[in-house]
């Protein structure tokens, strides 16, 4: 047999090597393509978590501005309720203030109660959020998940001399001079704290 004729196939062992190397290619490929996507749905899950928190804190910073006592209408109220979860703080907030019109088409005064709460879903503790006009709806009304992956809310008032984490028109007879919110998130497996300052701004009524 010529030497022409010997160079014209591939042995066995040649086709056994271009097989192994292809395959450890292909698994290098495999690997680096997955681990892009998963970085690539941790930083979306990150940005979406950031955008909730902060759009979470700039709602209760603002519904506690313009928070709303009263001495004549017992119904405006602020109470602060120090409650924990497994150690964790997890405080519930129900308070009256001034809302924006809302988009929908129904009688409504401006006014509402509402009620922050944490609670489980899912085996997941979540933030939720309670509103009901003050004047036009009446009994009880759903919750809404209002912030998913939290793990600790507290509230904490200034009276004046110190901060507590208890509050009740009802007792104190007028509104806290500055109201702290801390949410606790899990960030890459570690608690992180994010807190705002706001001072109710509306006089009693």
């Known amino acids: 047999m010529s030497a022409i004729s010997r160079n014209k196939g591939f042995t066995l062992l040649e086709v056994l090597i271009a097989v192994v190397l292809l395959g450890i290619l292909s698994a290098a490929l495999y690997g680096s393509y997955f681990g892009v996507v998963r970085a690539s749905q941790r930083a979306s899950e990150g940005v979406e978590s ?73 085996n997941k503790r979540i933030l939720t959020r309670q509103e009901r006009d003050l004047f036009f709806e009446s009994g009880t009304v759903p919750a809404y998940p209002q912030m998913e992956r939290i793990s600790a809310f507290l509230v904490e008032c200034y009276d004046g001399t110190k901060w507590v984490r208890s509050w009740d028109t009802a007792i104190n007879g007028v509104l806290p001079r500055s109201v702290r919110v801390t949410v606790r998130v899990d960030e890459d497996g570690k608690p992180a704290d994010y807190s705002i300052l706001s001072a109710p701004r509306v006089s009693a009524q």
């Open 50 to 122: 950031r955008r909730e928190l902060s759009a979470t804190l700039d709602l209760i910073r603002r519904e506690v501005a313009s928070a709303m006592s009263g001495r004549s209408d017992k119904r405006l109220r602020f109470v602060v309720e120090d409650r924990d979860n497994f150690g964790a703080p997890s405080s519930v907030l129900e308070l009256t203030t001034l809302a924006p019109p809302s988009l929908q088409i129904r009688a409504e005064s401006g006014i509402v109660n509402v009620r922050y709460r944490m609670a489980e879903k899912d």
